[in-house]
């Protein structure tokens, strides 16, 4: 229920505020708008203050709305308000109608991208675990417990990393514009600064998608080898393993984090066989030595090893937040940011530089929004802007049906001093329509692939 409700709240909001901006600038420039509709198909609710204003309407499909505007083109247009027909308004007022969805879109995402750095977020210390053996991040030199402060740009200039989420983005940038990326990485103590350079630009945008950290090998943050609770009758519990030990070792190899503890349990497995090992702890003070035999479990077809115990420990948590003005500036930057992102990725992938993976849907949507909700507000207001500046990039794409599809139309008016003509106009508008029907298919098939753990 609430993944369902988050998803109608983002929806509403989001269309709303399009609808609005379309709504607004309308008015502004003189048009008479007829009807502001939520969503399509059989009214459910509707308010009209008088015969001659505008019917606003709540429809019974919410993928969508729309501002219905006087045109002469779409019927008879008394005389006496032939003024306020959108069709008979100069060039300029036509486009800013047409831009004014968009841009309220983008408005939006910078207000609430300043909203959630006001309010504020926990989010993960970018203190790294180990590396996965043989990944890139290995090779570069990473290692458990590497604080990442900075990220350093082209020109040298050093720009702070607040937090794990902060150095996904600027890995997931670097990784799309294939380039390479600099980091200025301390102990977890904040001593001995060094720099690391990850090779991205061997990557290729076409790795692009919710797994690239896992390839990179910047899996999660780092968390420390102590055990949590344990299980009763459990490979751990039998081992005698207690809540509280810290794992130093195992088969005499070091432990650097709790996320290599728990890939060497998963791999404690041969043949089917559960493989047993020698662990070295520390208990109250004292070090111990204790032989552990995993159970063996089936998952996704793959036998792995299981101790039946919470290992490792939360990790650091930061407090990311931002003062008035200061969220104002992060706002403009992050919604600039994810703009100019989102149409790489889009035209990536429409050249096949880019997974066609990453084409996300409703389903997807739906999921984030209440995995969001849960976390707080803040957390949900990120993912609003996020969806925002989607919707916004989108209809100005140059695509017949979208709002840059009529802008497109624009310009050939204002280049060539006529309207497209009615042949082209229809033509036009079938293609976008098959185009956009394509992207919610494969949008729609990429939602279920992830849901059933396909991709």
């Not at 998608?209 to 999660?220: P, Y």
């Amino acid at each position: 229920m609430t993944t369902l409700f988050a998803f109608l709240l983002t929806l509403g909001i989001l269309i709303v505020v399009h609808e609005w901006g379309h709504y607004r600038m309308a008015r502004a420039c003189g048009v008479k708008v007829l009807r502001f509709s939520v969503g399509f198909g059989k009214v459910l609710w509707r308010r009209q203050r008088s015969p001659e204003s505008t019917e606003f309407v709540i429809s019974a499909l919410p993928l969508g709305g729309y501002v219905r505007m006087l045109d002469e083109r779409e019927g008879p247009v008394p005389s006496q308000w032939a003024h306020q027909a959108f069709n008979r308004q100069p060039l300029r007022s036509r486009a800013l109608i047409v831009a004014a969805g968009p841009a309220a879109n983008l408005i939006l995402a910078v207000l609430l991208y300043a909203a959630a750095g006001w309010v504020g977020m926990d989010e993960p210390k970018p203190v790294l675990g180990a590396p996965a053996a043989g990944s890139l991040a290995e090779r570069s030199g990473m290692r458990a417990g590497d604080w990442v402060q900075a990220v350093i740009d082209a020109d040298g200039d050093r720009i702070p990393v607040q937090s794990l989420n902060d150095l996904r983005w600027h890995v997931t940038d670097a990784t799309v514009e294939e380039r390479d990326l600099t980091l200025e990485v301390t102990d977890a103590q904040g001593r001995h600064a060094r720099e690391v350079r990850l090779p991205l630009a061997q990557i290729g945008s076409r790795e692009v998608d919710a797994q690239l950290l896992q390839r990179i090998g910047l899996a999660g943050p780092y968390s420390e080898p102590v055990l949590g609770t344990v299980m009763e009758g459990g490979a751990a519990a039998v081992a005698g393993l207690r809540a509280g030990d810290r794992v130093r070792a195992v088969d005499g190899r070091e432990v650097p984090d709790a996320n290599r503890l728990r890939e060497w349990v998963r791999a404690s497995v041969k043949d089917g066989e559960p493989v047993t090992m020698q662990w070295r702890i520390e208990r109250a003070g004292r070090v111990l030595d204790v032989t552990v035999t995993p159970s063996v479990r089936e998952m996704d077809g793959v036998r792995v090893g299981r101790i039946d115990a919470y290992v490792g420990q939360a990790p650091q948590m930061v407090r990311v937040t931002y003062g008035a003005l200061e969220g104002l500036v992060y706002g403009v930057q992050r919604t600039w940011e994810v703009a100019v992102l989102s149409l790489k990725m889009l035209g990536k992938m429409l050249i096949g530089e880019a997974s066609l993976k990453n084409l996300s849907g409703p389903l997807t949507i739906a999921d984030v929004a209440g995995q969001s909700v849960q976390l707080g507000l803040a957390y949900y207001l990120g993912f609003l802007a996020l969806v925002s500046v989607s919707l916004g990039v989108l209809n100005l794409l140059p695509l017949p049906v979208l709002d840059g599809g009529h802008l497109m139309y624009y310009l050939f008016e204002g280049v060539t001093g006529r309207p497209i003509s009615d042949v082209w106009l229809d033509r036009l508008q079938r293609g976008g329509v098959a185009i956009m029907l394509l992207m919610m298919s494969l949008a729609l098939y990429n939602d279920v692939a992830r849901l059933l753990g396909l991709h």
